[in-house]
């Protein structure tokens, strides 16, 4: 008699419902399993023996065939162990229930016990859109599961748990449970002297505008980077699911937990592989510019990263997606993250300083700022020289700002940006389009000749020209005003100053 259960298995970061089917065939004791599993499918034939055999039940030596379909798509993964195992139970009569109503996943433990799987939650997504109403997984993925509502859950530590679930004596699990990282190591009332580029930082944040600071070395670029985190509103539930799936997807959500609640900030190192950015490898996985969707992205040293991979970044920055293609086929990933660069300004970091003399050639400069400029900085909205701040302002009593209350004002921020593209496919002015711009950011004609004169002066492009109304816009939602103004322009212009810097330096 075949026996047939329900599982899922992840392809890129899609979960699809695999149907697992038992049968034994004449012939010598053996264990084939078929519908193209990978290495660590086929890997699941010794385990589930020993789970079975150290449950106190018996593995009747028999010629198995396992079919997991359908086959288009490769199975990867320990997901199939548990199905697997029940099917096997009931196929050889150790166990009377009907195991088709149960999707389950689960990797097993040589003594039965159940192990976490990734992508659970991408799991319950795709079992609630298919209607099913139930779902077993290792206990340690309750939370996962539960964070799509309409799904009976039910964790089991064991295969033996597993069929007391089957026979029904165990009720779904209801609790739900969201990690938020409220605990942020810098405040912004800790960094002083620095209001210029704190503001910038805000008026960044709260459009999520793509952001460069530069300044020579010990200025507090990276402090002030990561006390962005903190001034970050917290997702949307949309959003939520979305990192969620990302996380799982790549086994670096902590076990026992739910949604995560809080913005992601990735800050890879200059060294680290282009798979391990981008995503890829021989079993597809999210790389940093995923794992920092609906976050920040943050690349200190910016200069030292390979140019490819920068280069490889401006399709997500422009598109949000990232498309890795690989032997076994084309996967996408969502990689909509605000960008945050820092970076000297010269080879010896003094160029611009106000104190210490910069030792580089001119030559040198001009390569420097080559790297700066050339693959990203048309992604870049907003530029902000960093300078090194006098010990006695640090140690200077005076009174900034806390990050929760900036973190307040930018709330208000993005929930006018919200209202104002409910009908859009994008919710921030760091991604309006032209024609979107032209739309949403109306000057008058004073003003308009205004920001043509300005621009000319400043030499800025066509492209620039959008960018400091995109960034207008943002300052005039910080202000809580419909209408852009000059002050507003002004302090746009401010932040497109990166190329005239160096021009005024070169001329
Ligand atoms: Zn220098």
Do not use: W
Request: with cysteine; glycine share 6%.
């Amino acid at each position: 008699m075949l026996s047939k259960t329900v599982s899922l298995g992840i392809n890129g970061i899609d979960a699809h419902i695999v149907e697992v089917e038992v049968d034994s065939i004449r012939g010598l004791p053996g264990f084939t399993i078929v519908g193209l599993p990978d290495s660590s499918v086929k890997e699941a034939k010794d385990r589930i023996r020993s789970a079975i055999e150290n449950c106190g039940f018996s593995f009747p030596p028999k010629n198995y065939v396992v079919n997991l379909a359908p086959a288009e798509f490769k199975k990867q993964g320990s997901n199939f162990d548990l199905p697997i195992a029940i099917a096997i139970l009931q196929h050889s009569g150790q166990i009377d229930v009907n195991i088709e109503l149960f999707p389950m996943v689960g990797e097993l433990s040589l003594d039965g016990s159940l192990r976490a799987v990734q992508s659970t939650i991408s799991m319950t997504l795709t079992l609630y859109k298919r209607k099913f109403k139930r779902f077993i997984v290792p206990y340690s993925n309750r939370y996962e599961a539960t964070a799509i509502n309409n799904i009976r859950v039910f964790p089991a530590r064991s295969l033996y748990e597993v069929i007391s679930i089957l026979e029904g004596d165990i009720e779904p699990f209801t609790e739900t449970k969201e990690s938020t990282n409220t605990e942020y190591s810098i405040d912004f009332a800790s960094i002083s002297g620095q209001e210029g580029v704190k503001r910038a930082a805000e008026v960044a944040t709260a459009g999520f505008h793509n952001f460069l600071m530069y300044g020579p070395p010990g200025s507090g670029k990276s402090m002030i980077a990561k006390a962005i985190q903190g001034i970050l509103p917290r997702l949307t539930k949309e959003q939520s699911i979305e990192t969620t799936i990302i996380h799982s997807n790549a086994g670096i959500l902590p076990l026992n937990n739910g949604l995560i609640s809080s913005p992601p900030f990735r800050s890879p190192h200059h060294t680290s592989s282009h798979i391990s950015i981008v995503g890829g490898g021989r079993i597809a996985s999210p790389g940093e510019i995923s794992l920092s969707h609906n976050g920040i992205l943050f690349l200190d040293e910016l200069t030292e990263f390979q140019g490819f991979l920068l280069q490889t970044m401006r399709q997500p920055l422009e598109d949000g997606i990232i498309t890795i293609s690989r032997a076994a086929g084309t996967s996408v990933y969502p990689a909509r993250f605000m960008l945050i660069g820092a970076c000297n300004p010269c080879r010896c970091g003094y160029l611009f300083d106000k104190e210490i003399e910069c030792t580089c050639s001119n030559a040198l400069i001009r390569s420097y700022y080559g790297k700066i400029s050339g693959p990203l900085i048309d992604r870049i909205d907003i530029e902000h020289y960093v300078p090194r701040i006098a010990y006695e302002k640090l140690t200077h009593s005076l009174v900034s700002e806390k990050s929760e209350d900036i973190r307040s004002r930018i709330e208000r921020c993005r929930a006018i940006q919200h209202d104002r593209f409910k009908e859009l496919p994008y919710s921030f002015n760091g991604q309006m389009s032209s024609d979107d711009i032209r739309k949403f950011c109306m000057l008058t004609a004073d003003d308009e000749q205004f920001l043509i004169k300005s621009s000319q002066k400043l030499r800025l492009s066509a492209r620039s020209y959008f960018r400091i109304l995109k960034i207008a816009r943002t300052v005039a939602d910080l202000d809580e005003t419909e209408k852009i103004n000059k002050s507003h322009l002004l302090e746009a212009l401010s932040y497109k100053n990166l190329p005239r810097n160096y021009e005024l330096y070169f001329s």
